[in-house]
């Protein structure tokens, strides 16, 4: 009996795991800013990462800072990507790809002279289409959720901050099946060991 309550622990256990393997990595981006401290009139340099399990081929989006108490100053592609860039809205590309995890854009935003200290003011990035590169060289457009990073108004600069998706802090449930299988196992092989050593 227990013997079979194994096995069958085991087959769910690696069903589940092949369904989560070949279950596609949702695209998003993160943020990152040298500095999320910064004086009235200071500026800092802040990055955007894509990511995804494919080439990443192009990216629209734009830049909405509290405007309280931050300012858009510009924004650039990075790492091969350059296109049309009018303000704060840009529609860059780069034909060759990146690897998902790859910095596609920077921006530079300041805070505004005469901005409290002690404020905090976010800048979001609103991106409308990130283009991934599919495995028959066919390029598709993917909705991406917005993402905001807090820029503190201090008297001098802070630490590096990032900004992510809420979904990547969740806990993954393959990782807490296992973790509840593997604990099951581990019971039921003790309990066997057990049972063998009274006899």
Do not use: H, W
């Not at 194994?6 to 279950?23: D, H, K, Y």
């Not at 002279?113 to 283009?131: C, F, I, P, W, Y």
């Amino acid at each position: 009996m227990k013997k079979r309550l194994l096995i069958t622990i085991g087959l769910v256990l690696l069903t589940f795991i092949s369904f989560n393997v070949n279950v596609k990595a949702e695209e998003t981006i993160s943020l990152s800013c040298e500095a999320t401290t910064i004086a009235p009139g200071q500026a800092t340099t802040c990055s955007i990462t894509a990511n995804s399990d494919k080439k990443i081929g192009s990216i629209d989006y734009n830049i909405a800072p509290d405007t309280d108490l931050l300012e858009f100053v510009s924004t650039a592609g990075a790492n091969g990507f350059s296109g049309d860039i009018n303000g704060s809205n840009a529609s860059i590309s780069n034909s060759a790809g990146v690897d998902g995890g790859t910095v596609v854009a920077t921006f530079e935003v300041k805070a505004l002279e005469g901005a409290a200290v002690g404020s905090t003011g976010q800048v979001t990035v609103n991106v409308e289409s990130l283009g991934t590169i599919e495995s028959d060289g066919e390029s598709k457009d993917n909705e991406v959720a917005s993402q905001s990073i807090g820029i503190t108004i201090g008297e001098g600069t802070g630490a590096e901050a990032t900004g992510t998706n809420p979904k990547t802090m969740d806990a993954n449930p393959m990782v807490i099946f296992i973790v509840i299988a593997m604990a099951s196992l581990a019971v039921l092989y003790s309990k066997k060991k057990l049972s063998k050593i009274s006899r």
